[in-house]
C-alpha cells in the first residue's frame, strides 16, 4: 500500500471522528502540502528510518514553499508527529510490517524570547480601551489582567463570568478561524485542547467596575462581540494591530497581551505555580521555561534592593 493511500484511510477514519477541528485541519494541511508530494508515492515498506530523515532534513534546509528557506523546527517536529501517529497506526493495524519511525531525530525546539509591552505602553494602551466608544476593545483591557489566549477570549460569554462571588472568570471553550468542508471560511468553538487549559480565574477587584459597565453596554452573549454577533479570531487582531498604530506603539502581535500579564504578575511576585495554573500551563516547568528571562530580571531586581545601601 502506497503511503498516499493510507494515510488519507488515516485523517479521515482515525483523526477526524476524535481530534479537534482545528487539530484535523492543521493534520490533513500537513499532509497535503508538505507530505504527499514528497512521501506520497512511497510504499509503507519502503519508508524506511534513513528515507524518513533525509525528507525531515530537507524539510530544515528548504521546506518553505513561501521563502525556499527552512521550515522552523517547531513546524517540523509537528510534521514528525503526524509520520509517527500514522505510520505507527499502520504498523498496528498490519498495513506494515514494521514501525521504525520513532528513531526519528527531532530537531531541537529554538526556545523564543517572549515579547511584551513595557509599563508605558501597557498604560497607554489601558487609557485609549477605557476613553474609546468602540465596546469590542474592551477585551484588550481584560486579557492584560487575565492573561487570556485570543480564541479563548472571543468565545468567552458573560454566563462565564460570575461578578457575586468575588469576580470569578471560567475558561470553559475556544475559538479559532478556519475552512468547513466546503472551503467556506467560518469561526470554529470548541472545548479547550487540554485539562489544565480549563480553569477559574480570580478577578482583580479593581477590575470589576469596567466589567460591569461593559456587561450594561453590550447586545450579546460574548463578551466581545460586534453588535449581537461574535468576532472571528483574525478580525480582532487586525483590530488590535490598528489601535498600536494610532497610538505609534511598535507592532507586537495579540498574544504581546498574554506575556505582558505574565511578565507584569511575575514583576509583583506571583509564584510561578500559581502563574502557571492562571494561564493555563500543562505545568509550572513550562512557565519558568517561557518566562525566565523575566523571572531572571525580577531576581536581579530584588537584589538591588537588599543591597541598595552598599
Known amino acids: 500500500?502506497?503511503?498516499?493511500?493510507?494515510?488519507?484511510?488515516?485523517?479521515?477514519?482515525?483523526?477526524?471522528?476524535?481530534?479537534?477541528?482545528?487539530?484535523?485541519?492543521?493534520?490533513?494541511?500537513?499532509v497535503y502540502k508538505q507530505v504527499m508530494p514528497k512521501l506520497g508515492e512511497y510504499d509503507l515498506a519502503d519508508l524506511t528510518t534513513s528515507v524518513l530523515q533525509r525528507y525531515i532534513n530537507e524539510l530544515l534546509e528548504s521546506g518553505n514553499k513561501r521563502t525556499g528557506g527552512g521550515l522552523s523546527p517547531s513546524s517540523?517536529?509537528?510534521?514528525?508527529?503526524?509520520?509517527?501517529?500514522?505510520?505507527?497506526?499502520a504498523f498496528n493495524l498490519g498495513y506494515a510490517s514494521v514501525y521504525t519511525a520513532d528513531k526519528l531525530k527531532r530537531p531541537k525546539p529554538v526556545v523564543r524570547e517572549v515579547s511584551c509591552f513595557s509599563s508605558?505602553?501597557?498604560?497607554?494602551?489601558?487609557?485609549?480601551v477605557l476613553s474609546s466608544k468602540k465596546n469590542k476593545l474592551f477585551g484588550i483591557l481584560l486579557c492584560l489582567y487575565t492573561g487570556l489566549r485570543i480564541g479563548e477570549l472571543l468565545a468567552l460569554k458573560w454566563s462565564d463570568i460570575d461578578l457575586s462571588n468575588k469576580g470569578l472568570l471560567t475558561v470553559s471553550r475556544s475559538c479559532h478561524d478556519g475552512k468547513d468542508?466546503?472551503?467556506?471560511?467560518?469561526?470554529?468553538?470548541?472545548?479547550?485542547?487540554?485539562s489544565s487549559s480549563r480553569r477559574m480565574i480570580p478577578?482583580?477587584?479593581?477590575?470589576?467596575?469596567?466589567?460591569?459597565?461593559?456587561?450594561?453596554?453590550?447586545?450579546?452573549?460574548?463578551?466581545?462581540?460586534?453588535?449581537e454577533k461574535p468576532i472571528s479570531v483574525r478580525s480582532y487582531q487586525r483590530t488590535?494591530?490598528?489601535?498600536?498604530?494610532?497610538?505609534?506603539?511598535?507592532?507586537?502581535?495579540?498574544?504581546?497581551?498574554?506575556?505582558?500579564?505574565?511578565?507584569?504578575a511575575l514583576e509583583y511576585?506571583?509564584?510561578?505555580?500559581?502563574?502557571?495554573?492562571?494561564?493555563?500551563?500543562?505545568?509550572?516547568?513550562?512557565?519558568?521555561?517561557?518566562?525566565?528571562?523575566?523571572?531572571?530580571?525580577?531576581?536581579?531586581?530584588?537584589?538591588?534592593?537588599?543591597?541598595?545601601?552598599?
Open 120 to 128: 508605558a505602553e501597557q498604560k497607554k494602551i489601558e487609557q485609549a
Open 76 to 89: 517540523v517536529a509537528t510534521i514528525v508527529c503526524v509520520l509517527q501517529n500514522c505510520l505507527r497506526t
Open 269 to 310: 511576585g506571583m509564584d510561578v505555580k500559581t502563574l502557571s495554573e492562571i494561564l493555563g500551563h500543562k505545568s509550572a516547568t513550562v512557565t519558568l521555561n517561557r518566562y525566565v528571562h523575566s523571572l531572571l530580571e525580577h531576581k536581579r531586581d530584588m537584589m538591588n534592593r537588599i543591597f541598595k545601601g552598599l
Open 181 to 194: 468542508m466546503d472551503g467556506t471560511f467560518k469561526r470554529f468553538e470548541e472545548t479547550p485542547k487540554t
Open 1 to 30: 500500500m502506497k503511503l498516499k493511500e493510507w494515510i488519507t484511510e488515516w485523517l479521515t477514519t482515525f483523526v477526524k471522528p476524535t481530534a479537534k477541528t482545528r487539530t484535523y485541519q492543521r493534520y490533513s494541511e500537513i
Open 203 to 227: 478577578l482583580p477587584k479593581g477590575l470589576l467596575p469596567y466589567i460591569k459597565e461593559a456587561k450594561t453596554k453590550s447586545r450579546s452573549e460574548y463578551v466581545v462581540s460586534s453588535g
Open 240 to 264: 488590535f494591530e490598528i489601535l498600536l498604530r494610532k497610538l505609534g506603539i511598535p507592532h507586537k502581535g495579540f498574544h504581546a497581551l498574554r506575556h505582558t500579564f505574565a511578565t507584569r
